[in-house]
């Protein structure tokens, strides 16, 4: 499975950035895909993942500003964060679950003054 995700920047307090990420090479069907973040000295951690049959989970940190959204082909996934706060700074991973776990190389995302 080959994972390429794009969209990572730095942007001000409040801002917004749209993440995407696109699997391909999957044998079998994706359960489950979304984002994970690590940010420096700490673990990695849900931000917000989507079911085969849509159900979205968030990160109580990020509800009500994040928004997952996914392409009608079922896999691509595009992840909207609106308010950004500098506690959202880290890495951002595109995960997929589909056969076993995968790991996109990770974006980085700044949120700074």
């Known amino acids: 499975v ?3 995700a794009s969209g990572g920047g730095l942007v001000q307090p409040g801002g917004s950035l749209r993440l995407s ?9 994706i359960s489950v895909m979304g984002w994970y973040r ?37 896999t691509a996934v595009f992840l909207q964060m609106n308010n950004l706060k500098p506690e959202d700074t ?3 991973y595109c995960h997929v679950q589909s056969g076993g776990l995968h790991w996109g ?9």
């Open 90 to 92: 880290a890495v951002y």
């Open 38 to 74: 690590q940010a420096p000295g700490k673990q990695r951690e849900l931000v917000a993942t989507i079911t085969e049959g849509g159900k979205v989970n968030y990160a109580d940190s990020v509800k009500g500003r994040f928004s997952l959204s996914r392409d009608n082909a079922k």
């Open 2 to 4: 080959q994972l390429q």
């Open 105 to 113: 190389q990770g974006t980085q995302v700044t949120v700074s003054s």
């Open 21 to 29: 990420c696109a699997a391909s090479g999957t044998r079998f069907g």
